[in-house]
């Protein structure tokens, strides 16, 4: 019975708006929609750091080479410092940052300067070049 008297009230306020107003509301509600619904992807890709990146997986069969600067080699570790552009594969914007070798025999004849192309993955939490091309 409470639900009729509302459903009943609610009717009542309707029937009392002028077209004009119900035009605009509308409107007003298709304006709201569209922009969310432009707004939400962008937001859904957004990340604040680092560590907030998590891809679910790699991109399937293709190796998409990423260009970087070579900031630093350490043989030892197995590991090379790069100045990077987004890597799409990882949803990671540009930045610079230490990345370890799949094969240590990647960081031969490599130095602190030089232009590359490389594949990154994330393996067990770490992110690891893959290929390196000069």
């Known amino acids: 019975m409470v639900v009729n008297d509302l459903t009943a009230r609610a009717n009542d306020v309707l029937r009392e708006q002028s077209d004009e107003e119900k035009r605009m509301k509308s409107a007003l509600t298709l304006l709201l929609a569209g922009t969310l619904g432009l707004a939400m992807p962008a937001l859904a890709n957004e990340h604040d750091s680092h560590e907030s990146h998590h891809p679910e997986e790699s991109t399937f069969g293709a190796q998409v080479m990423t260009k970087g600067v070579v900031t630093k080699v350490d043989k030892e570790a197995g590991k090379v410092g ?25 960081l031969e004849g490599l130095k602190s300067g030089d232009a590359i192309e490389f594949f990154a993955e994330q393996h067990d939490g770490a992110l690891v070049v893959m290929s390196l091309n000069r």
Request: glycine content about 4%; charged content about 15%.
């Open 82 to 106: 790069i100045r990077h552009e987004a890597i799409a594969n990882l949803g990671m914007p540009a930045m610079t940052m230490v990345f370890k070798v799949v094969d240590p025999a990647l």
